[in-house]
């Protein structure tokens, strides 16, 4: 099973930047699709980006395009999420999942299904 830590959350004033990273102990994240994901306690868990194992391609919620980007490190056991001009609303608990490593995963047609190992998260609060 891959475990996950995300870190680089912490408080952060509207319009500010923040990289989030997922790092997966002991594995190699090359042929695994990750997704990022959010939490507001009390709401229902919102899909935030993704980055497909088969082919590279990403995806981003609406509410987070053009502000925010998914990318695999240099070192393949990382992905990050790095967030810019970030608002209030932004504020909310972190994940990062995977899928089942198989190569074939594709976030413009699976995301959010078949994200099977969580991170615990990472506290990212925007606020002045």
């Known amino acids: 099973q891959v475990h996950l830590v995300e870190s680089g959350g912490g408080l952060v004033q509207p319009g500010g930047s923040l990289r989030l990273s997922c790092t997966a102990s002991?594995?190699?994240?090359?042929?695994?699709?990750i997704g990022w994901f959010r939490q507001v306690p009390g709401k229902e868990r919102e899909r935030v980006s993704c980055?497909?194992?088969?082919?590279?391609?990403?995806y981003y919620a609406d509410s987070v395009k053009d502000r925010f980007t998914i990318s695999r490190a240099n070192a393949s056991d990382t992905v990050y999420l790095q967030m810019n001009s970030l608002k209030p609303e932004d504020t909310a608990v972190y994940y990062c999942?995977?899928?089942?490593?198989?190569?074939?995963?594709?976030?413009?047609?699976?995301?959010?299904?078949?994200?099977?190992?969580w991170g615990k998260g990472t506290l990212v609060t925007v606020a002045s």
């Open positions: 999942a995977t899928d089942d490593g198989r190569g074939y995963y594709v976030c413009s047609s699976r995301f959010p299904r078949d994200m099977n190992n």
């Open positions: 002991g594995f190699s994240l090359d042929y695994y699709a």
């Open positions: 980055i497909s194992s088969y082919d590279g391609s990403k």
